[in-house]
């Protein structure tokens, strides 16, 4: 084998090995992202009205408990604060009702309402993001 068709050989080698593990690497981090997704969190409930946590919204209200997702659906900014029954979007302005639906943008989806439980004792909230 002449010495130019070993490089050419290395370096289609090399390049194949380099796009195995980027393939496996994308495999593991996508799975890893699945199941970061499907994961299960528990927050006692609270007599406040609205609570804020790291990725969530949690909304109790005559009774009824209602889990929104906290990103904005703008540009994903966490919303952090609540004024006069409006929840509020720090970055640009965006404000939703306490369902999650947009009353002004720049947003235009609603958040989104994510699936929960109250705990058998009554106690804690399921949020089953
Ligand atoms: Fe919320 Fe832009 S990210 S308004």
């Given at each position: 084998m002449k010495a130019e068709n070993r490089r050419t050989f290395l370096k289609i080698g090399g390049a194949g090995i380099l796009a195995f593990f980027a393939l496996i690497w994308n495999k593991l981090t996508l799975n890893h992202i699945q199941i970061s997704k499907q994961k299960e969190v528990v927050v006692p409930v609270s007599n406040k009205e609205v609570t804020f946590t790291d990725d969530y919204i949690i909304i109790q209200q005559n009774g009824e408990t209602t889990v929104l997702s906290?990103?904005?659906?703008?540009?994903?900014?966490k919303i952090n604060a609540t004024e006069n029954g409006r929840l509020l979007c720090p970055c640009h302005g965006s404000a939703y009702d306490l369902?999650?639906?947009?009353?002004?943008?720049?947003?235009f989806k609603n958040l989104e309402r994510i699936s929960s439980e109250i705990s058998a004792d009554g106690r804690q909230i399921i949020i089953k993001g």
């Open positions: 906290s990103h904005c659906t703008h540009l994903g900014c369902q999650g639906k947009v009353l002004q943008g720049p947003a």
